[in-house]
DNA sequence: ATCCAGTACGTTTTT
DNA sequence: CGTACTGGAT
C-alpha cells in the first residue's frame, strides 16, 4: 500500500512517523505539527503489521484523547488502538486487577473537594486541634507525596521539619480513611499503577508485552508516576515515543518534572530524537515575540523558532486605564471586526492567566452582545443539587463512601442533625463501620432515637430499594433517586425561586445521562460517574461554536486562533505574585506566557492597564517583566486617554486616595481601598431602601430581573435579583445602576 | 433540628 | 469580593 499521506510531511516529520521501534524522542516546538506526528505514526505502526490492540497512545485531557482517536480513524477506519487519558488508563487498570492489588473494584473517585474534605476530618481524628496549615495546604503536600510515590510510611521517615510532621501524621490517616471509604483521590489513579508496575514484575511483563508501542503526549507535564508508568511498560518491548517541549512545561506546580523529557536519552541511551522546529502556526512576527520571549529562560535548552509563513502583523501590546477598559475595548475591537467583515467571532481568543478576570469580559461582552464562551471548571456538575444526585449515586454503588453519605443523608431534611450523626460517628469509628453500615444498626444506639432514628432507618430503606434498580439505564436511576427520595418534592415545594433553577439544573443532569447511554449503551453508571469525576475544563469547550473564547492560559495549550488576546500582562498576575520570589515558579510562569502567545495564528495583543479592581480592591499596576523582555518589533499603543473612564477615573481615584490613605506610593503599599464606595453610600442609602422582594428591576448589563431577597442595612444593603439569562446576581443595593420596573 | 445573619477567611493554574 | 463556617434565635 502506497504510504501517499507521509508526502506531505517536513523530513523532521517524516523520519519520526516512520519510526517503528525503538524509543523515540520528539522536541517539538509550537505550531510544529505535534498531534499529526503522533496520529500519523499510529498509522504507519497500523499499516506495518502493528496490531491496533498493541498501541497505547497516552494524552493529559479527553478533549486531546478525543481528538486523536478522531483523527486516527478517519486515516484508518475501525481500529482498536487504545487512546485514553494517563487517569482513564489508571481507572481501567485498577478496576480489572482490583484483587490482584487489594482494591475493591467500585471504589469511588474522589475529586479536589471530596479530597479536602477527607484532610479535614483526618486531621480531626489525628487530635490536631490549632493547628496553623489549612486542610489545602496539607492536601497539597500530601498530593505532591503521591506525586513522588512517596506512601505515607517513606515520607514519615523523610519528614525532618514541624510541617512535614504534621503532614506525615494526616497523611497516614488520610490514607487509612480512603481506604475504609474504598475511595482513590487523583493521584492514587497513578500511584498504584506505578507502583504495581515497580513491584509485581509478572504483572508489569504481561502489560508491557501488550502494550507493545507506547506513545506520550505532552511528556514535558509528566510527573514521576506517570514517568514510572510509561517507562514501566516498555522495558521488553521499548518501543517508547514520547512527544513535548520543555518550553511548554507549564504543570510543574501539579509534580510535572522536566527531568522526565530532558533525561529521555539518558533513560534509554539508545534513543533517536527528532526536533522539530519548523512552526506551521503563526507569522513571523508573532514567532519573533515568543522566541524572544522564552530565550530569557536561564535553565533551558535553546532552540529557534522558524517559519515560512508572511511576516504578518506586528504584535502589540495594548495598554488601557482601567481592567473595565480592558474589556469593553476588547469587545469593541472585536465588534468592529466582524462590522467589517474580516473575522468570524470564532477566530479570537481572549486568555486569561487567572479565572477571576474572566467576570469582567463576560460583564462587557454581554453588554456589548459578543458571543462567547467562558472555558472554566464544570460549574455545571459543581452545583448543589448535582452534586447531591451525584452522592446519591456514589454512595449506592460505594456503600462505604461516608463523604456522601454525609452530604445527603438530611438532604432533603429527614430529622437527622449535627448531634444524631455526631452519635452516629461515635458509633461506627471504633467497630469500623461504615456511617452507612452504622445506620442500618441503628436500633443498637440509644442516643438515637425519635424522628432521627425514623429518619435513618427511612434514608436505609430508601438506599436498599434504589439499589435493585442499579442494573438500569444512568437516566432512569436518577430519575429513581429523584422521585423516591423525595428531592424533587422538596424542591419544587419550596418558594425560594433559586429551587426553580435547581429543577432544571438536576432535569438537564437526567439529560446528560440520557446523552450519555446512548452513545454507547453498553456503558454503566459507574461509568457516567467516572466520566463526570475525571472530567476537565476543556473538555467542554466546543470549538465548532462561533463564539468567542475566553480560557486561561492553562487550558489553551494545544489550541490556536487567528486573534489571541493576551490578558493583565501586569506583575502578580503574569507573572502571578507567588512565582516572583522563585526563579523556576519564575521561568514557568514564563513559559506560561510563551504558551499564550503561541496559541495566536495572525494577530497577537498582550493587554494591561494602569488601574485595576481585583477582589474589592483597586490597585496600581505595574507592566508585566515580560513586556520588558520582547524584542523591538512589538509595538506599544497607549489606549487609555481614549477608554470610557479615560484619565479622569484616575484622577477621580487619586483624589478620593488623598483622603482614604496617606503614603501609600512611599510605602510601596500600592493596595489602596477604592475610593469611590465611601462618599456615595451616604447619598444613595435613600434609595437602596426601596428595594422589596418580588419587583421587577432593570439593569443596564443584565436586562429585567427580579428580586429576590434584600439584606443587610445602610451601604451595606444587598439586594440578590434573578435574572432569566444570567441567573443570581448580588449588588450592593447603594452602587447598583438599577431602576424599578414594576412594584409586584 | 433548622434557619439565618454575621463573620472570618483566602483567593493560580487542574486530572 | 466571594464563600464557608459558626453561633444565636426560633
Avoid at 501517499?4 to 519520526?16: G, V
Wanted: glycine share 6%.
Amino acid at each position: 500500500m502506497p504510504d501517499s499521506f507521509l508526502d506531505d510531511l517536513t523530513a523532521a516529520q517524516r523520519e519520526a512517523v516512520t519510526h517503528v521501534d525503538g524509543p523515540l524522542l520528539v522536541l517539538a516546538g509550537p505550531g510544529s505539527g505535534k498531534t499529526r506526528v503522533i496520529t500519523f505514526r499510529i498509522v504507519h505502526l497500523l499499516r506495518h503489521g502493528v496490531r491496533p490492540w498493541q498501541i497505547l497512545a497516552l494524552t493529559f485531557t479527553n478533549k486531546a484523547a478525543g481528538e486523536m482517536k478522531q483523527r486516527v480513524d478517519r486515516l484508518a477506519p475501525d481500529n482498536r488502538v487504545w487512546i485514553s487519558t494517563f487517569h482513564s488508563l489508571g481507572v481501567r487498570l485498577l478496576r480489572h486487577y482490583a484483587d490482584r492489588l487489594g482494591l475493591d473494584r467500585n471504589f469511588t473517585i474522589y475529586d479536589q473537594a471530596d479530597r479536602v474534605r477527607m484532610v479535614k476530618s483526618a486531621i480531626e481524628s489525628c487530635g490536631i486541634d490549632n493547628v496553623r496549615f489549612t486542610p489545602e495546604t496539607i492536601q497539597t503536600a500530601i498530593s505532591k507525596a503521591k506525586n513522588q510515590l512517596l506512601l505515607p510510611a517513606r515520607y514519615a521517615a523523610k519528614a525532618n521539619d514541624f510541617f512535614s510532621q504534621v503532614v506525615a501524621q494526616v497523611y497516614a490517616a488520610y490514607e487509612k480513611k480512603m481506604r475504609d471509604a474504598n475511595a482513590l483521590d487523583f493521584d492514587d489513579l497513578l500511584l498504584w499503577p506505578a507502583l504495581a508496575l515497580q513491584n509485581d514484575a509478572e504483572l508489569r511483563a504481561e502489560l508491557d508485552a501488550r502494550f507493545r508501542y507506547v506513545l506520550v503526549d505532552e511528556y514535558q507535564d509528566t510527573n514521576q508516576a506517570q514517568y514510572e508508568i510509561a517507562k514501566g511498560l516498555s522495558q521488553d518491548f521499548p518501543n517508547l515515543c514520547v512527544v513535548g517541549d520543555p518550553d511548554q512545561s507549564i504543570y510543574k506546580w501539579r509534580g510535572a518534572d522536566l527531568r522526565n523529557i530532558l533525561d529521555f536519552e539518558k533513560d534509554f541511551p539508545n534513543a533517536r530524537v527528532v526536533t522539530l522546529t519548523e512552526n506551521f502556526r503563526s507569522t513571523k512576527a508573532i514567532l519573533a515575540a515568543a522566541d524572544g520571549l522564552i530565550a530569557h529562560n536561564v535553565k533551558r535548552k535553546a532552540k529557534t523558532l522558524v517559519t515560512a509563513n508572511q511576516a504578518g502583523k506586528p504584535v502589540a501590546t495594548l495598554l488601557f486605564e482601567t481592567g473595565v477598559d480592558e474589556a469593553e475595548q476588547i469587545a469593541a475591537r472585536i465588534q468592529a471586526e466582524l462590522a467589517a467583515g474580516r473575522r468570524h467571532y470564532r477566530d479570537f481568543a481572549v486568555l486569561v492567566r487567572i479565572t477571576a478576570l474572566t467576570r469582567g469580559l463576560e460583564t462587557a461582552f454581554l453588554r456589548q452582545r459578543v458571543p462567547f464562551q467562558i472555558v472554566r471548571g464544570l460549574a455545571f456538575f459543581e452545583r448543589k443539587e448535582n452534586k447531591d444526585v451525584l452522592a446519591y449515586l456514589r454512595l449506592l454503588l460505594n456503600p462505604r463512601d461516608d463523604i456522601s453519605f454525609l452530604r445527603i443523608v438530611n438532604e432533603p431534611a429527614r430529622g437527622i442533625g449535627k448531634t444524631s450523626l455526631d452519635h452516629l460517628q461515635r458509633y461506627a469509628e471504633p467497630r469500623q463501620l461504615s456511617l452507612h453500615d452504622a445506620a442500618v444498626a441503628v436500633e443498637k444506639i440509644p442516643e438515637i432515637k425519635g424522628k432521627a432514628a425514623a429518619g435513618l432507618r427511612n434514608f436505609i430503606r430508601l438506599m436498599h430499594d434504589l439499589r435493585s434498580l442499579l442494573e438500569h439505564a444512568p437516566d432512569e436511576v436518577i430519575r429513581a433517586v429523584l422521585e423516591r427520595s423525595g428531592y424533587l418534592e422538596a424542591l419544587a415545594a419550596s418558594d425560594d425561586r433559586e429551587d426553580e433553577d435547581r429543577v432544571g439544573n438536576v432535569k438537564e443532569l437526567i439529560t446528560a445521562a440520557h446523552q450519555f447511554h446512548q452513545e454507547d449503551p453498553n456503558r454503566t453508571l459507574a461509568d457516567f460517574l467516572e466520566n463526570i469525576t475525571l472530567a476537565s475544563d476543556v473538555d467542554s469547550w466546543d470549538d465548532k461554536q462561533n463564539c468567542v473564547a475566553v480560557m486561561t492560559l492553562h487550558a489553551a495549550k494545544g489550541l490556536e486562533f487567528p486573534v489571541v488576546y493576551l490578558l493583565a500582562c501586569e506583575q502578580g498576575i503574569l507573572p502571578h505574585e507567588r512565582s516572583l520570589n522563585q526563579d523556576e515558579e519564575l521561568e514557568e510562569e514564563r513559559r506560561l506566557a510563551f504558551v499564550g502567545m503561541t496559541r495566536a495564528k495572525e494577530e497577537l495583543y498582550l493587554t494591561h492597564c494602569r488601574l485595576r479592581e481585583f477582589r474589592g480592591q483597586t490597585n496600581y499596576q505595574i507592566p508585566s517583566m515580560f513586556l520588558d523582555e520582547l524584542p523591538a518589533s512589538v509595538a506599544f499603543e497607549d489606549l487609555s486617554a481614549s477608554g470610557s473612564g479615560g484619565p479622569k477615573a484616575l484622577d477621580r481615584w487619586r483624589s478620593g486616595l488623598a483622603t482614604a490613605s496617606r503614603g501609600w506610593y512611599e510605602t510601596g503599599e500600592f493596595a489602596a481601598r477604592s475610593a469611590a464606595t465611601k462618599p456615595r453610600a451616604a447619598a444613595a442609602t435613600a434609595d437602596a431602601a426601596v428595594y422589596r422582594e418580588g419587583m421587577l428591576v432593570q439593569h443596564e448589563t443584565y436586562g429585567v430581573g427580579r428580586v429576590t431577597s434584600v439584606t443587610g442595612h445602610g451601604a451595606l444593603r444587598k439586594v440578590k435579583i434573578h435574572f432569566r439569562q444570567s441567573g443570581e446576581r448580588t449588588f450592593l443595593a447603594d452602587k447598583a445602576r438599577l431602576t424599578v420596573v414594576a412594584k409586584e
